[in-house]
């Protein structure tokens, strides 16, 4: 059965970084574009970092441009999301998300905190 779990996330203080991992098991994620969203309670879920399928190119929301950095290991089968200098305003639950014409599947979040 295809799934996608997450998990990293914690407690970190302002300035602090975060890596979070999205490992899939039952489909190899090279075949599927794989973007990380976060949703804040109240507010829509965004999406804030994307690696393409096959090519790697990658493409990060202005509010995490600079600070955060997607990737992925084919071997693990599993995407990274590594945060940098992280704010306050980074506070939310972060999915992993896997899509491909065909298909779709969505891990089930794991809580970031940033907070002193």
């Known amino acids: 059965q295809e799934r996608l779990v997450e998990s990293g996330g914690g407690l970190v203080q302002p300035g602090g970084s975060l890596r979070l991992s999205c490992t899939a098991s039952g489909f190899e994620l090279v075949y599927y574009a794989m973007t990380w969203f976060r949703q804040i309670p109240g507010r829509a879920r965004e999406g804030i970092a994307c690696?393409?399928?096959?090519?790697?190119?990658?493409y990060y929301a202005d509010s995490v441009k600079g600070r955060f950095t997607i990737s992925r290991d084919t071997v693990q089968n599993t995407v990274y999301l590594q945060m940098n200098n992280l704010k306050p305003e980074d506070t939310a639950v972060y999915y992993c998300n896997a899509a491909n014409v065909a298909s779709r599947y969505w891990g089930r979040g794991t809580q970031v905190t940033v907070s002193s």
């Open positions: 690696i393409s399928a096959y090519e790697d190119d990658t």
